[in-house]
């Protein structure tokens, strides 16, 4: 059941004061629909004309340079729509997911999906569904992607919080514009099936499987002792029997590309053991609710996808 997504879709209904509206969803990587699944579900439930249209984004190198323009389109399947055909329609909302516009080391927009320039281009209003689940941490709200939404869900009363003073400062009020429904990523756990692909059958076997998962921040703290906590924990669980999926971030090869290009050969070294290792699986896919469906057990960096696991109900252990 989409239970945050379900009173997400309710608010937005309410704010309009009907459901004769139409939103565009605006994801950029598939790896983060989850933000904005449920209540893209929920809306299209409820007779809201919606639409999913992810939308390019650049791929950064050193020094804040462009590498290359990418998209994840294909990932979404059936649902996807062209983004060149947002000129052509009519909507009330846009739906974004990311914050940092230009402001960002590893993965950028493109000026035409700037908040302001949707704004402008489309005459809508913006809703913002965060992809990160950030807890005290008001850097995050402080982007210039957030300045001129018209509304934004957040995890918490402390997230909206901080979210209100944090823009006061900045001369922007979003008193009454902001809500605390809780993140649509923890609805995933009604999503989940042990859907095993072919491919990962034979190393899996009849093992129960742990789930080891990395996240930016603490990898960047000190990528060279993550590698090998990482590299311990995949080799104690196969010694006890168990099969593990390594699912680094969908975006940890470009950020050591373009933050830390001195660990790259220590990494892909690494990533070579691990795909070598006779029950180890590197999860390199953009669906994370696949690898929450089949594994038993996750051992993961603090990040958001520890609260979204701990809704399965199955046991989880925190890296230091």
């Keep these: 059941m989409n239970e945050i997504g379900r009173k997400i879709a309710d608010k937005i209904i309410e704010l309009h004061g009907s459901t004769e509206f139409s939103v565009a969803f605006l994801p950029y990587k598939r790896s983060m629909w989850n933000s904005m699944e449920s209540v893209y579900e929920e809306l299209k439930a409820s007779g809201v004309e919606v639409h999913c249209m992810p939308i390019p984004y650049l791929r950064m190198k050193e020094n804040k340079k462009p590498d290359y323009l990418d998209t994840d389109f294909f990932l979404f399947g059936d649902i996807a729509e062209h983004y060149e055909d947002l000129d052509g329609m009519n909507i009330d909302y846009a739906c974004i997911h990311y914050q940092y516009e230009d402001h960002n080391k590893v993965t950028n927009m ?123 924990h995949i080799m104690n669980e196969i010694g006890i029997g168990r099969a593990v999926i390594f699912r680094p971030h969908p975006l940890l090869a470009q950020t050591i590309k373009s933050m830390r290009p001195d660990i790259s050969d220590c990494y892909l070294k690494f990533i070579l053991w691990a795909d070598g290792m006779d029950h180890c699986i590197v999860d390199r896919s953009e669906y994370l609710e696949r690898a929450f469906g089949i594994a038993d057990r996750m051992i993961s960096d603090a990040s958001s996808v520890v609260p979204m696991w701990q809704g399965t109900g199955k046991p989880v252990e925190v890296m230091g």
Excluded: H, M
């Design 110 to 232: 493109i000026p035409k999906f700037f908040t302001k320039e949707i704004k402008e281009r489309y005459s809508c209003k913006i809703i913002f569904l965060p992809y990160g689940i950030y807890g005290n941490q008001q850097r995050y709200s402080l982007q210039p992607g957030c300045r001129d939404i018209d509304y934004a869900f957040l995890e918490s009363e402390d997230a909206v919080n901080l979210f209100i003073t944090g823009w006061q400062t900045q001369g922007v009020d979003f008193t009454g514009r902001v809500f605390s429904y809780g993140s649509p990523k923890l609805d995933i756990a009604g999503k989940l099936k042990k859907d095993v692909p072919e491919e990962w059958a034979d190393k899996i076997g009849n093992r129960s499987v742990t789930l080891i998962c990395n996240s930016l921040g603490p990898f960047l703290g000190d990528p060279r002792r993550k590698i090998e906590l990482y590299r311990y």
